[in-house]
């Protein structure tokens, strides 16, 4: 991996779009855009990418961004939010709360003077299991919260029992009847928490409902991935005193009162790691606009070992290839190890490297649904537990496939990028909960991609 100063002027990619959302709403959008039943994506291949493709900001770092935007009765702005169907279904519930929503000058704001209804109902949830990070702030502010568990992928069990855990150790009240979490308190007090696993957004929502608490708290083995890291920082501009966010253990002293901010997202490292995937199994040349190559290494010194070429340069990363792919060893492990979100765009690329490959999946246990449909394209897996045996080089044909899961999906689209023929990935609502705009950005880089009913 070759890692340059300099900084060069990259051209911008003509496929990418202004950072932000026009509403966070759905009323002004498409109306089938987000149906689940009408929408999939028919892909023409084989195709190789090359070109500049602009990354957005980080889903996972917007969302307890959204949710922290209830601590203050002040405005909060966020900018490099991502157009994705999850930031929608995000406002939509503050909006439920009593928060206003809107995009002005090209950033998000959302002003929170009241809550009116202190919960999260199943309809809006059903879909999202961020949205449980709306329990923290609740409880914080206005002492009482209620939210149906939550949904999302169906990628293995996701409990949340820590956020639960923690709460109750900050002196919370908190039940679960009929499907829902209820949870009271008169004011939270400071707590010495260890998660027993490391749980990111159990470390999100203890970090939301802890800098309004009284007294000192501490979160011991907490997450330490880049989007916890965003959400303090963003929290310290609020007015919270907050340590250690990015290490095992934070700290956060109680403050009485938070006040509006402006914050930036970071750039999603999981959509820049989708599309280095894709440069590197298509023996493309692409330029990752926007890129923080520092949270994701873990993924580009893969691929490098698999045989790309990886460049990284001031606030962009080329990925390219023009040799063989050399096979691969992954093992799944919480940041700064493999990210899970990335295990299915490797894996796919996997069947296009020399030898077997061995994809260990550590943090999920049903997160190789994809794996029946890529063999239906021509991929030879052998799955053993939480072990994917990927032998390659695959020749993959078109097929119809189904998506299971957002990453999944992902994976299929490169497989589709890399087939003879024609792939028809269906269900891709799933990809529009976390990729913004992706038919776009491929077809921009070379890609033959259409969104059809």
Request: net charge neutral; proline share 5%; charged share 25%.
């Amino acid at each position: 991996m070759r890692i340059w100063r300099a900084s060069p002027a990259w051209p911008c990619c003509a496929g990418s779009h202004e950072a932000g959302i026009r509403s966070v709403g759905l009323a002004d959008q498409p109306p089938d855009r987000y149906n689940p039943r009408v929408e999939k994506f028919r892909i023409s291949g084989p195709r190789r990418l090359e070109g500049a493709v602009r990354i957005s900001g980080a889903k996972n770092a917007a969302l307890p961004a959204f949710a922290a935007a209830l601590l203050t009765e002040e405005p909060v702005r966020l900018a490099n939010v991502p157009k994705v169907a999850d930031l929608r279904t995000m406002g939509k519930l503050l909006t439920s709360i009593g928060a206003d929503v809107a995009r002005e000058d090209g950033e998000v704001v959302i002003h929170a003077r009241t809550i009116r209804s202190p919960q999260a109902p199943y309809d809006l949830v059903k879909t999202m299991r961020a949205s449980v990070l709306v329990l923290g702030p609740l409880l914080a502010r206005v002492g009482e919260a209620k939210a149906s568990l939550p949904g999302g992928c169906a990628i293995g069990v996701r409990p949340i029992n820590y956020h639960i855990a923690a709460f109750q150790q900050m002196g919370a009240e908190v039940s679960l009847e009929h499907g829902d979490v209820e949870a009271k308190a008169t004011r939270l007090r400071g707590a010495d928490f260890l998660f027993d696993q490391v749980s990111v957004t159990g470390t999100e929502n203890a970090m939301l409902a802890a800098v309004l608490a009284d007294g000192t708290t501490r979160l011991r083995n907490a997450a330490r991935e880049p989007e916890v890291v965003n959400l303090a920082e963003m929290l310290q501009k609020m007015g919270a005193k907050i340590s250690g966010a990015g290490e095992t253990e934070i700290v956060i002293e109680g403050v009485t009162r938070l006040h509006g901010a402006r914050h930036d997202i970071i750039p999603d490292r999981i959509e820049a790691g989708t599309y280095a995937a894709a440069a590197a199994a298509t023996g493309g040349n692409v330029v990752l606009e926007g890129a923080d190559a520092s949270i994701f290494m873990a993924m580009l010194s893969k691929l490098s070992q698999m045989g790309a070429v990886v460049d990284i340069h001031p606030g962009a990363i080329r990925v390219r290839r023009d040799g063989p792919l050399e096979r691969c060893d992954v093992s799944t492990s919480p940041y700064p190890g493999f990210p899970t979100d990335l295990q299915a765009q490797i894996l796919t690329l996997a069947t296009q490297a020399q030898g077997v490959s061995t994809i260990a999946e550590n943090i999920f246990e049903n997160r190789f649904q994809h794996v029946p449909e890529l063999a239906r394209m021509g991929a030879r897996i052998r799955v053993d537990g939480r072990r994917a045996f990927v032998e390659g080089p695959s020749r993959l044909n078109g097929a119809t496939v189904m998506a299971t899961d957002l990453r999944a999906s992902a994976s299929l689209v490169i497989a589709g990028l890399l087939a003879e023929g024609t792939t028809t990935v269906d269900r891709i609502y799933h990809l529009d909960r976390g990729y913004d705009h992706m038919e776009e950005k491929l077809n921009a880089l070379g890609a033959r991609v259409e969104r059809v009913s």
